[in-house]
């Protein structure tokens, strides 16, 4: 899903990134991800499946279901570093729901 507006997608990929660091992509779904140990290709710029995106843990369709607003969806704490493949195979459907990873637990569920 994307951001409610461009400059929170901005501004949240920064914070995002700032938090994680160079971490692996929390998602890891593909084959490929796997493979490679969850590298996220930090220079390249999309179409790169490695490409560095953000994932929103807790989609904002499904956000907006439960009642949140789109600021909320867009919360830092509601948000995780992914590569470009993985998070568009979440996005299809198709992958397998996976849990966060270990390193970062999200407060609102804990």
């Known amino acids: 899903m994307p951001f409610a507006s461009s400059t929170i997608q901005r501004h949240r990929r920064a914070e995002v990134r700032r938090r ?42 499904e956000a907006a279901r439960m009642g949140w607003s789109l600021v909320d969806a867009d919360a830092l704490e509601n948000l995780q570093s992914s590569c470009r493949q993985c998070n568009r195979q979440k996005s299809s459907g198709v992958g397998q729901l996976v849990s966060i990873r270990p390193s970062y637990v999200n407060p609102r569920f804990t």
């Open 20 to 61: 994680d660091g160079d971490g692996p992509c929390a998602l890891q779904i593909t084959a490929d991800c796997q493979i490679l140990g969850g590298e996220i290709d930090y220079t390249a710029r999309p179409p790169h499946p490695r490409s560095f995106e953000v994932d929103h843990i807790i989609s904002s369709d």
